[in-house]
């Protein structure tokens, strides 16, 4: 299983769906060197502001923006054998009807798009029917093009050697796969061993759910999805707003993480840049994923509206590292809390249409920073949760 590569430049993203550009590379290499001989390092941190700014300036922002407008076209297939519930998933995730569903084999009669925007979902026919030769060919090929591929099997069918086909064939394709178990509402005494059945000849968790009900897919489907390629993130909150909030939520947890961590760098100066590329990022993933298209000079003004001056913030951040061990863990926590609250005040920005004023949007950063632990508990501002 592949996942495909980030565009040029964002090496340093890849690893955790997060980063900074390397347009600053020249400034890293000198802390990085400074790291190495202890004695240079009272001198890593910015002199003056101005050398910030500079520095923050150098970054490829250009960059940042296309990685963020390729995760808007990133798109999901769903495959999987005869009546095993496709076209209702499909109906289920999109809020309204698409593709025809019955309980007559084959009656998916080729391959269904809807094109919203860049963002396609896809349902296949089926294996196995009626001149399935050709159509499980349309299925592959479709499913090649795709970023995420869902399997989805039949519960009550049971694992037949034909889906076990299907899952072979779909792993040559290269792309992430998560399987699905679909109809878990009518084999719940047995689901347990057609669970362990898949477990044991596929070597995957297959995830339940009813597509019909509507069980497990916003709880355990639609993360599984993310976490096979978290590009997905964008793409899905833009086109499913049942699911928005959730995975804007989840969007920012992952970048006050990453943050958090980026910021334990015990070399003053370092983190500086990743730190204002994983915010700027994150800010234009929550606008890309509300519909909106923000330009990163646009995002940059955002955040300081937000939370004030980019670089007296950052530089107070750095201060606490004067103090080994304990300096570098404040530093983390700070940058972590920080980059949750602006990235939760953000989403309330664009949730509301944009009409909250300046003032409006720094009072409740400030309210947020104060009270982290309450909100994050609660799954976020608004308690929108996974």
């Known amino acids: 299983m592949g996942v495909r590569p980030a565009p040029p430049g964002l090496a340093a993203m890849a690893a955790a769906g997060e980063g900074c550009p390397g347009a600053a590379s020249c400034y890293t290499r000198r802390q990085m060197r400074a790291q190495r001989n202890p004695a240079r390092r009272t001198l890593s941190l910015p002199a003056r ?85 050709d159509r499980a060919e349309i299925a592959r090929r479709a499913a090649e093009h795709a970023d995420v591929i869902v399997l989805l099997l039949d519960a009550a069918a049971g694992l037949r050697q034909t889906d076990a086909e299907i899952y072979r064939s779909l792993q040559t394709t290269g792309v992430p796969l998560v399987v699905a178990v679909n109809k878990v509402d009518l084999v719940r005494r047995d689901l347990s061993a057609v669970l362990e059945d898949i477990r044991r000849k596929l070597g995957v968790e297959a995830i339940p759910i009813s597509a019909k009900a509507g069980t497990g897919v916003a709880g355990r489907l639609i993360p599984a999805v993310i976490d096979a390629h978290p590009w997905m993130v964008v793409a899905l909150g833009r086109e499913l707003p049942a699911y928005r909030r959730q995975l804007t939520h989840r969007l920012i947890r992952s970048a006050a993480v990453l943050n958090g961590l980026i910021a334990a760098e015990p070399v003053p100066g370092l983190d500086i840049p990743l730190l204002l590329a994983g915010q700027v990022r994150m800010v234009l993933r929550i606008a890309a994923i509300y519909g909106e298209s923000l330009s990163v000079r646009h995002a940059r003004e955002l955040l300081t509206t937000i939370a004030g001056g980019v670089t007296l913030r950052f530089l107070a951040g750095e201060l606490a590292k004067v103090i080994p061990g304990p300096g570098w863990v404040v530093a983390g926590v700070v940058a972590g809390v920080g980059t949750w609250a602006m990235g939760q005040v953000a989403a309330l920005y664009f949730e509301e249409g944009k009409r909250l004023t300046p003032a409006q949007l720094r009072e409740r950063y400030r309210r947020l920073r104060r009270r982290p632990r309450r909100k994050l508990a609660g799954g976020g501002e608004g308690g929108g949760g996974e």
């Open 49 to 133: 502001l101005t050398d910030l700014r500079r520095l923050l300036q150098a970054l490829d922002w250009d960059q940042l923006s296309l990685a963020v407008q390729q995760e808007a076209a990133a798109r999901l297939a769903i495959v999987g054998p005869v009546n095993s519930g496709k076209s209702t998933l499909f109906n289920l995730i999109k809020g309204h009807k698409v593709s025809a569903v019955t309980a007559v084999p084959g009656t998916t009669r080729g391959l269904v798009e809807e094109r919203v925007g860049p963002f396609t979902l896809i349902d296949t026919p089926g294996f196995g029917e009626v001149g399935g030769v």
